[in-house]
């Protein structure tokens, strides 16, 4: 069988060494009852599955924005603050985009992963020496040897924004409308997020373009994962816990739980709704906020039993700009919390260094 033959490969490659990256699909689908070593997480790390997954009680916010009605504008922004203050996520609903249209972007997603040939999907690999290269990978990190295990998901990864970036010609064709429904998802998601940045920047006493102007032109990644079934849940991570690096990330789930987000040091599942779109704040918008805001640690957990899938869209900041707290929020009483730091530099030390949780954003405090 090919998938056997080639989970063969790839493993053999694994353990001796070489750049060889094993699709985790390939693992389950060759019936493997263990999961190979390089996917065990440290017992600090692993998922606590109970009947709730492990996580608390608690939800993150389920904002209404009622369409951006302007009627509405002051309780969403209050609300928005809030979410942003003590979570620093939250889901939304009545956000203006079209929900056919996410249920078209779920479902190319899912085709892919699951009705296309293997070698069809590996005609869209991406270049696993590089990092963040565009296209089929499951290696989030090009030199894996500082945080050692590996995710249990694999993905495509889309360059979208600037428009000088998009080129659906390395995206699959073999599924008539998957390169128009990720054009159409990336021009919704830059609405959307540019509208919510406008209210979290108000919420701070910003102008409403004050974050979009600090973080400048729209970097736009979109990334669809897979989760496949996990023969042992208990000892891996879906994606290792992290923040995002960006300015913020809007997220599609399915209907089957798996992202979480850490407060007050317990992880909190986000139930899936069907209509809503979660926000994440990243890791810039709590530098310009001057640590007002904080960017969401969030992880995936898996499953034994459903394969689960989400789409990711990142708005990140051009990797030219200097990020640094917005001088309006800074004064004799508060001081300036993060150094300045160019986001070229950010990026480049988070994929040589790894996320581990928040310690790329925790370098640039200023201890006082």
């Not at 290269?133 to 590996?150: A, F, I, P, T």
Request: proline share 6%; hydrophobic share 35%.
């Amino acid at each position: 069988m090919i998938y056997t033959f080639q989970f063969e490969f790839e493993l053999q490659g694994m353990e001796a060494g070489r750049n060889t990256v094993v699709r985790v699909q390939s693992l389950v689908q060759a019936g493997l009852a263990e999961i190979p070593s390089q996917y065990i997480q440290p017992h600090e790390n692993r998922p606590i599955h109970k009947k709730d997954n492990g996580a608390g009680i608690m939800n993150i916010p389920v904002l209404d924005l009622f369409g951006f009605d302007p009627e509405h504008r002051d309780s969403v922004r209050k609300a928005i603050g809030e979410a942003c203050r003590e979570w620093g996520a939250f889901q939304v609903t009545n956000h203006g985009v079209p929900i056919e249209l996410m249920d078209q972007i779920r479902s190319v997603g899912f085709s892919f992963f699951n009705d296309c040939p293997f070698q069809d999907k590996l005609k869209y690999a991406c270049d696993p020496t590089s990092a963040a290269s565009e296209g089929y990978g499951s290696k989030m990190l090009v030199d894996n040897s500082n945080c050692g295990v590996l995710d249990w998901r694999d993905y495509f990864d889309h360059h979208t924004l600037p428009l000088s970036r998009r080129n659906p010609s390395r995206w699959p064709h073999f599924l008539p409308n998957y390169r128009e429904v990720v054009g159409k998802h990336s021009d919704e998601m830059k609405v959307l997020a540019q509208k919510l940045l406008g209210l979290i920047s108000e919420s701070l006493g910003l102008p409403s373009s004050g974050i979009e102007n600090a973080v400048g032109e729209f970097y736009q990644n979109i990334t669809i994962s897979y989760y496949p079934p996990c023969p042992q849940p208990d000892l891996t991570l879906g994606l290792q816990s992290h923040s995002d690096m960006g300015a913020i990330t809007l997220l599609i789930q399915d209907q089957v739980e798996g992202l979480q987000v850490l407060k007050e040091s317990q992880w909190f599942t986000v139930r899936p709704l069907c209509d809503a779109i979660v926000a994440i704040l990243s890791d810039q918008i709590e530098i310009i906020s001057n640590g007002k805001y904080k960017s969401a640690q969030h992880r995936a957990i898996t499953n034994s039993r459903r394969p689960r899938l989400s789409v990711a869209t990142f708005h990140d900041p051009a990797k030219k700009m200097k990020i640094s707290p917005a001088f309006q929020l800074v004064n004799e009483s508060s001081s300036p919390r993060y150094r300045e730091v160019n986001y070229e530099d950010y990026v480049s030390s988070w994929y040589s260094k790894g996320p581990e949780g928040k310690r790329n954003i925790d370098a640039l405090r200023i201890n006082f």
